[in-house]
């Protein structure tokens, strides 16, 4: 998939949806500035979130009417997909290219929480790895989200099928009319929603889980995320899925989207980060929290950021985190190519362990 997220003055998520799409789909996409006249052949634009030109006047209101945004509106035209995020969503709505308006919160305050989201229409070209009524989880950090329409619009993107995702379970964090939390036009092709399903994709922001099976292409990825290197996966209720950028890529890709059924992936056909995430949880769960003694006088310490191309884990002094590595474990490339190097390699026994449990790992084993 071929994408590409545009930068305006003020925005401060595009480089989390960089790495975020760089993450799902192994490729990076290309960046659009705020002056550009012409996008290239791209399947997907995403505005990401921020505060563009500090909000001034309304939110979204001068980016909108920046030369980027007409080159925007062409590419929709065209069928291009189109995604926005949180102040891309009110970007979109301020350009003329969704219905409505967002207002201030009806607190008056800007809320930072996660919330639950309905699936209401899973006959999109973004939600279609959804079912229809599920419930997912998501992060919304905003002061202006309050969605408005007026009665003859509301009545229209609802009769429509333009309501794509509504707040569940009286989580409503703005008071926004019919609880919308997401619309796309008419078309289909254009999509803007207030919560950050960019920022449920690393488990230090509280992404834990990915779905089970992801199918891009001819290539299968297992995605395993973590969580204080345990898989909480196995402790939240199956329907209680979180928002997943992963889900609304795949989907608008028109690409499988994301199965309930895990199947083996050989370690080789998928990227370096999925694969050094497996690793990552096989090494905290097998040599350290096992108490293995092999590894009793060590620590992990992961490197796991997507945007440096070799993620990696390295094993420590217990006493000293901070002196060099004694091991390194990394992956590069998509396909992936594993490494491991490092003072603890030259012990004949270790070396044989290491090379046998990251290769197991890396394959979708999860047994020490």
């Not at 960019?198 to 834990?208: D, F, K, P, R, S």
């Not at 992801?214 to 199956?238: K, N, Q, T, V, W």
């Not at 992956?331 to 290769?359: C, E, H, W, Y």
């Amino acid at each position: 998939m071929k994408s590409a997220v545009v930068q305006l003055p003020g925005l401060n998520r595009d480089r989390d949806m960089i790495a975020a799409l760089t993450k799902i789909s192994g490729r990076a996409p290309v960046t659009i500035w705020q002056t550009e006249t012409e996008i290239p052949d791209v399947d997907l634009i995403v505005i990401p979130g921020g505060f563009s030109y500090g909000d001034y006047l309304r939110c979204g209101a001068i980016a909108a009417r920046m030369p980027v945004l007409q080159a925007i509106r062409e590419k929709a035209d065209k069928g291009v997909k189109v995604l926005g995020v949180c102040n891309g969503f009110q970007i979109l709505l301020e350009a003329g290219m969704l219905p409505g308006a967002l207002m201030r919160n009806a607190s008056l305050k800007f809320v930072c929480r996660e919330i639950k989201l309905e699936v209401v229409n899973n006959d999109t070209a973004f939600t279609r790895a959804y079912d229809k009524g599920q419930i997912i989880r998501s992060p919304v950090a905003h002061h202006d989200g309050n969605y408005f329409a007026d009665a003859e619009t509301l009545a229209a993107i609802e009769g429509n099928g333009q309501v794509v995702f509504r707040y569940a379970h009286g989580t409503n964090p703005n008071g926004s009319i019919n609880d919308i939390a997401g619309v796309m036009n008419a078309a289909g092709n254009v999509l803007g929603l207030m919560p950050h399903p960019e920022n449920l994709i690393e488990a230090a922001h509280g992404g834990n889980r990915w779905p089970r099976h992801i199918r891009f292409g001819a290539r299968s990825h297992r995605r395993l995320s973590f969580g204080g290197y345990e898989r909480l996966s196995d402790r939240i209720p199956e329907p209680l899925m979180r928002l997943d950028l992963v889900c609304l890529l795949s989907a608008a890709a028109f690409l499988p989207g994301c199965s309930s059924k895990e199947k083996p992936v050989a370690a080789l056909e998928i990227g370096a980060l999925p694969i050094m995430e497996r690793v990552a949880l096989g090494a905290n769960r097998c040599w350290f929290k096992s108490k293995d003694a092999a590894f009793a006088p060590y620590r992990l310490a992961p490197e796991l950021k997507s945007f440096t191309g070799t993620p990696r884990i390295l094993v420590v002094k217990r006493n000293a985190p901070e002196s060099l590595p004694l091991l390194v474990v990394q992956a590069q490339g998509n396909p992936a190519k594993l490494s491991a190097f490092g003072p603890l390699m030259q012990d004949a026994t270790i070396s044989v362990r290491v090379n046998k449990d990251v290769s197991h790992w890396a394959r979708g084993g999860r047994d020490c």
